[in-house]
């Protein structure tokens, strides 16, 4: 079980808007740590997608967007192009016992 | 060119011993952070370790802590992860993951940097 949780999966046709939730708790997200987000397609490894809850860097389409709100965040797609098709995961900090980085188990999106 | 690359993995028995390496490379290696982050075939992503620029905070995993030991060398810009008393759970492709920060611990900021990964298969 992950310590930040987001559905297994999401899909959407070309050209629609999804998001995809990453929900923690009061001692990650809540706590006030900023959330980040990663693409990674297939075969490949993670590439950062939204760093501290909002910016994208330098090189991602504004298709992408991130916001938090108490102890969620969520990552907006508009425009969905094929090529977005991809595993996502949202990534904090946790404070509790010895703290940690820690990830969400991943959403597989699928563009239909 | 900015990368960092793993070397390393392979197939080990359980119990044994590994050191990966990871060398860096088109960035001032010693003012960053270094990380490593795993992910199971077919599993999401799991962070592991990381150590500060000056080795000054080093942090590790519950499910690893105790067995792995996290080092770096600024001067050879690069980074190691020494895997003692090795399970077959901590079979994975192990990504080295450079933080974000400069000169700075930032709990939980964020990875911009990320190599192909190696993979360790701990299996008798």
């Known amino acids: 079980q992950s310590v930040l949780t987001q559905p297994p999966s ?9 998001t995809i939730s990453c929900t923690g708790s009061s001692s990650n997200i809540g706590a006030g740590y900023d959330v980040h987000w990663y693409q990674q397609l297939p075969g490949t490894a ?67 | ?27 001032t290696f010693d003012d960053y952070a270094m990380h490593w982050v795993r992910q199971a075939p077919g599993k999401g992503l799991e962070w592991v370790s990381g ?9 590790y995993a519950d499910s690893v802590k105790g067995r792995f030991t996290i080092s770096r060398d600024n001067a050879k810009n690069s980074l ?15 990504y080295c993951a450079k933080d974000n920060s400069l000169r700075i611990w930032l709990w939980g900021w964020y990875f911009d940097l990320w190599g192909r ?5 701990v299996s008798s």
């Open chain 2, 1 to 27: 060119e900015v990368q960092v690359v793993e070397s390393g993995g392979g197939l080990v028995q359980p119990g044994r011993s590994l050191r990966l390496s990871c060398a860096a490379s088109g960035f």
């Open chain 2, 80 to 94: 190691f992860l020494q895997m003692n008393s090795l399970r077959p759970e901590d079979t994975a492709f192990y």
């Open chain 1, 10 to 18: 999401v899909s959407g046709a070309p050209g629609q808007r999804i």
């Open chain 1, 46 to 112: 993670p590439k950062p997608l939204i760093f501290g809850n909002s910016y994208r860097p330098s090189g991602v389409p504004d298709r992408f967007s991130g916001s938090k709100s108490g102890t969620s965040a969520s990552l907006a797609i508009t425009g969905l192009q094929a090529e977005d098709e991809a595993d996502y995961y949202c990534q904090s900090y946790d404070s509790s016992l010895s703290g940690s980085w820690v990830f969400g188990g991943g959403t597989k999106l699928t563009v239909l």
């Open chain 2, 51 to 59: 150590i500060s620029w000056n080795s000054g905070h080093i942090g």
């Open chain 2, 117 to 121: 990964g190696t993979l360790l298969t």
